[in-house]
């Protein structure tokens, strides 16, 4: 591949050039799922029994699929599977499919925790049913770095990275993708979301279902996008919430990150802004937030906060958990003011908590599906003239995440250029799913992890996508408005679509700090649906 020219090689360079520099430097098509043999592999059979004495009303079982398509009779992957039945069986209509997304995050755990968030008249209809991706906890969970090392690289890391910090995490990227090659090496070039999609639809094969109805939020949007495009005529309803623009996603990644990278910044930016609107209500930045916040992480990381395990809290360690919280709207922005308050004091903080062991199995999933999915061009100058302009043009939180070690999203590109698996796996067909049943796109106007323009794109690019908005903050609307609920609730119940062109603004207002509200202290091991409040 050629490199960019010189004169586009500026920490300076605007998003847009970005996003065009991302297209000239295109990545190469490769090898999908789509494209596998042709012979069907055999149906799981699936044996139902209790989930571990959990007394939910839960059952549990486990389904063979092919670990490689291409072969779909040869070696297999064991997936762990749950549901619970529709409460009123004489109406049932059939099954939900609950899908968490991360990637790295159990769908087992995700449908029995969200259970109850589900209004009875889904619960009354549906099988509701989850199950761990390939890759991820009960399905043979991806180790790259072990827990000692992943504790090394993030204690080390710093809010407010110096000189040198792009070329360590290019160092750090090429010994995780190492340890991934080393310890998950037989699973990794079958962990991508074309693999994923048939593994539903074998699971709906084996629940003895003609179509189903799914629910995919984050990831999970993406998820279900491919599921889509590969089996349209086996879509009931479909619902994406917090959805992904596949296009961009896979085929110019750089383009892709620099709107993630955007829209995290403006999320922080926004709340930083309402705190020095709002100085009571918050508590920081006495009128001034913005800078205390960018002397807050410095001062971290020059005297890092020893917590209560031991480790250190650094300005990375701040910027890390601000990342998962700003998520949850404007409702936990007074606890975010509260515990940038306790943090400059050196007290007890959930934002001055190190990721944890937990953390860590869900960051190796998160790093390697999507290396799996995604194939970044392999330039050098382009990876430090991408991730230079991306982290310059996020401040807040760009240059501690973007330049940190493998984590979330944000910073897979230096370990995804030098990405040591084949990707058969990966979906490179048309997203358009063709011949589907109308599917339903939520979008929230100040989502700071998928940005709404994804989720405009995506409508536009599903032939029977239709978009409902939520105007608020945070990450997914479902559950977070009661007026989306509402005409989500209707749409997977009856098939009946909002109105084109539907605006809901009804974002529960920032709380007093005398009612706890519940996004706080998010942990981005676990997600679920929220209860409506």
Not at 142 to 168: F, H, I, K, M, S
Not at 426 to 436: H, L
Not at 441 to 456: E, F, N, R
Request: with cysteine; hydrophobic share 40%.
């Amino acid at each position: 591949m050629t490199d960019v020219p010189r004169r586009r090689v500026a920490w300076g360079i605007s998003l847009v050039l970005i996003a065009v520099t991302a297209l000239l430097g295109g990545a190469p098509a490769a090898t999908g799922a789509a494209r596998a043999a042709a012979a069907a592999p055999p149906v799981p059979v699936l044996s139902w029994g209790p989930c571990g004495g959990a007394g939910d009303g839960f059952e549990c079982a486990t389904a063979r699929v092919p670990l490689d398509y291409r072969r779909p009779t040869g070696p297999t992957l064991a997936l762990a599977v749950t549901r619970r039945l529709a409460a009123d069986r004489a109406h049932r209509t059939g099954v939900l499919v609950l899908h968490p997304g991360g990637p790295g995050n159990s769908g087992v755990s995700f449908a029995r925790s969200s259970y109850e968030a589900l209004p009875a008249s889904l619960r009354d209809a549906f099988d509701v049913v989850g199950y761990d991706m390939r890759g991820v906890a009960g399905s043979g969970q991806v180790e790259c770095w072990n827990d000692q090392e992943y504790a090394a690289a993030v204690d080390g890391a710093r809010g407010a990275p110096g000189p040198g910090a792009l070329r360590e995490a290019v160092r750090q990227g090429a010994d995780f993708a190492q340890a991934c090659q080393e310890r998950s090496g037989d699973l990794l070039p079958f962990i991508g979301t074309g693999s994923n999609a048939r593994d539903i639809d074998l699971l709906r094969q084996a629940l003895g279902e003609q179509t189903l109805s799914f629910y995919g939020r984050s990831f999970g949007s993406y998820v279900g996008t491919v599921y889509a495009a590969q089996f349209p005529r086996r879509v009931r309803a479909m619902v994406l919430d917090g959805a992904y623009d596949p296009r961009r996603y896979t085929q110019v990644p750089y383009a892709y990150d620099a709107g993630q990278f955007a829209a995290l910044d403006a999320a922080v930016g926004r709340f930083l802004d309402w705190c020095g609107r709002n100085s009571t209500a918050c508590g920081f930045g006495e009128g001034r937030p913005r800078e205390a916040f960018e002397k807050l992480k410095r001062d971290l990381d020059a005297e890092p906060v020893v917590t209560a395990s031991g480790r250190p809290a650094t300005g990375y360690t701040l910027a890390y958990r601000l990342m998962f919280n700003i998520n949850s709207g404007q409702e936990i922005w007074p606890y975010l003011g509260q515990a940038l308050r306790a943090a400059q004091a050196r007290q007890a903080s959930f934002l001055l908590s190190p990721p944890s062991p937990a953390s860590f199995d869900f960051l190796n999933v998160n790093m390697a599906v999507e290396c799996a999915d995604r194939v970044y061009p392999g330039s050098r100058l382009l990876l430090g003239a991408m991730v230079g302009a991306e982290t310059a043009a996020a401040p807040l939180l760009g240059p501690a995440i973007g330049l940190g070690p493998p984590t979330y999203d944000h910073n897979h590109a230096p370990t995804c250029v030098q990405w040591p698996a084949e990707r058969p796996s990966r979906f490179d067909g048309s997203y358009r799913a063709a011949g589907s049943a109308p599917i339903l796109v939520l979008g929230t106007t100040g989502d700071p992890d998928t940005p709404y323009q994804d989720a405009v794109a995506l409508a536009g690019t599903l032939e029977g996508g239709r978009l409902l908005t939520f105007a608020g903050e945070g990450h997914t609307a479902y559950n977070r408005s009661a007026c989306v609920s509402a005409l989500v609730n209707d749409y997977l119940a009856t098939l009946a679509l909002p109105a084109r062109g539907t605006v809901c603004a009804d974002e529960t207002p920032a709380r007093s700090l005398g009612r706890r509200a519940p996004g706080v202290e998010v942990d981005e091991t676990r997600d679920v649906i929220p209860v409506l409040r």
